[in-house]
């Protein structure tokens, strides 16, 4: 081996453990080590205010539309229904254009929301890679743009003011590492995922590279159910699975908790009764998961977003930018639930929300 490809090999290794946390020397007993104590700090109790301390007064009587990839999602709609909330603070009037499932083919969306007279525009759920044309728009208009999962990346991004989404890396590398921790690294996995949206994507990714790392667990197939149909593909996929692996198939991953309802559907569980397979989800943190995990059923934990917090600080980001400040470049520490800790940070209602009391942290900066 050349002196330069020596070279280059060790860079790239020290961006992938810089990513994952890996060690050179890093042999099964530290990895279980290390992974334990990654699980252990994400499912600690998130009672403590790590978002912003200082910002403007927030501005009063502004028009808000909120453009919603599809609001039968319940975490767009929860988004939806925070923003109105926070936005109560300063008098704005919150307007909704669902784009059910079809904003990315091409509509000029944005436009329309321009044209309503829109002081600021929240993107939720639709990629604003698609976006280019009314991005262009809405700054010729001077129209602040924020985005909500608009976005892989966190922060200002393709003409947003920023975008506000928890690390899809880290959601999925603490699912990964919750599976090989719950199985004690004898897990074999079905992955479900949604390469059709980026955002998903990035997470079934970072999962699997994660679990490259066990020793002792084993991929057994990448299953590509898009969300928008997966209620009329799940029943074959599983069927096909079940034939294909029968009794190695221990353990599930998903990128979203949607599969696991189509899971505990009663047309498809019976199918896997006899695996009696545990399974997590990087995202969302639905009510129904939260109702699965508490009753030790097929899902053992989740990675919620805090669907509630994160409204608020769209709202808050749209305010820095009506006042021509910088974004936060606040981002969520990734959290998990299981049924050790799902009493709290909001679990009592079925959800994730932070006991950080970060309306009062917010309402408190506005009013300076």
Same mark, same amino acid.
């Given at each position: ?27 099964? #007993?530290?990895? !279980? ?22 910002? @403007?007064?927030?501005?009063? &009587? ?6 919603? $990839? ?49 002081? $600021?525009?929240?993107?939720?759920? *639709? ?5 280019? &044309? ?5 700054? &010729?208009? &001077?129209?602040? #743009? #924020? ?31 919750? /599976? ?9 996995? *079905? ?34 159910? @898009? ?22 198939? /221990?353990? *599930? ?29 990087? $995202? ?49 520490? #990734? ?29 408190? !900066?506005?009013?300076?």
């Amino acid at each position: 081996m050349t002196a330069k490809l020596s070279k280059c090999l060790t860079v790239l290794f020290v961006v992938f453990s810089f990513i994952t946390g890996a060690t050179a020397q890093e042999n099964p #007993v530290q990895f !279980m080590s290390r992974a334990n104590a990654k699980v252990a700090r994400a499912a600690a109790l998130k009672n403590r205010w790590e978002g912003p301390v200082d910002g @403007p007064k927030i501005h009063k &009587k502004k028009k808000i539309i909120f453009i919603a $990839g599809d609001m039968s999602d319940a975490a767009i709609a929860g988004v939806f229904h925070g923003v109105r909330e926070a936005s109560a603070a300063g008098a704005w009037e919150t307007l909704s254009i669902d784009c059910r499932g079809r904003c990315n083919q091409g509509a000029a969306i944005i436009s329309q929301a321009i044209d309503m007279k829109a002081d $600021g525009i929240i993107l939720a759920g *639709v990629d604003v890679a698609t976006q280019a &044309k009314g991005i262009a728009a809405a700054a &010729k208009a &001077k129209v602040p #743009v #924020v985005g909500w999962h608009a976005s892989v990346k966190s922060g200002p991004t393709d003409g947003l003011f920023t975008n506000i989404t928890s690390n899809p890396k880290e959601a999925a590398q603490v699912a990964a590492l919750f /599976t090989v921790v719950d199985s004690n690294s004898k897990a074999g996995i *079905v992955v479900f995922t949604d390469s059709s949206n980026p955002y998903m994507a990035a997470k079934s990714a970072a999962m699997i590279e994660a679990i490259k790392q066990c020793d002792g667990c084993r991929i057994l197939s990448v299953e590509d159910v @898009p969300l928008s149909d997966a209620y009329l593909k799940m029943k074959g996929v599983v069927e096909n699975v079940v034939k294909r692996h029968g009794a190695k198939w /221990t353990h *599930v991953m998903a990128v979203n908790d949607f599969y696991f309802d189509l899971l505990d559907a009663s047309s498809i569980a019976p199918l896997v009764a006899s695996n009696k397979l545990s399974g997590i989800s990087a $995202g969302d943190g639905s009510a129904t998961a939260y109702r699965r995990i508490r009753s030790k059923g097929i899902q053992s934990g989740t990675v919620p977003e805090p669907l509630t917090m994160h409204a608020w600080q769209l709202v808050d980001e749209l305010n820095r930018a009506f006042s021509d400040q910088p974004a936060s470049a606040f981002v969520t520490p #990734v959290h998990l639930v299981t049924s050790q800790n799902i009493a709290y940070d909001g679990g009592e209602k079925n959800t994730f929300d932070p006991a950080n009391d970060y309306r009062n942290h917010y309402q408190h !900066m506005w009013a300076k």
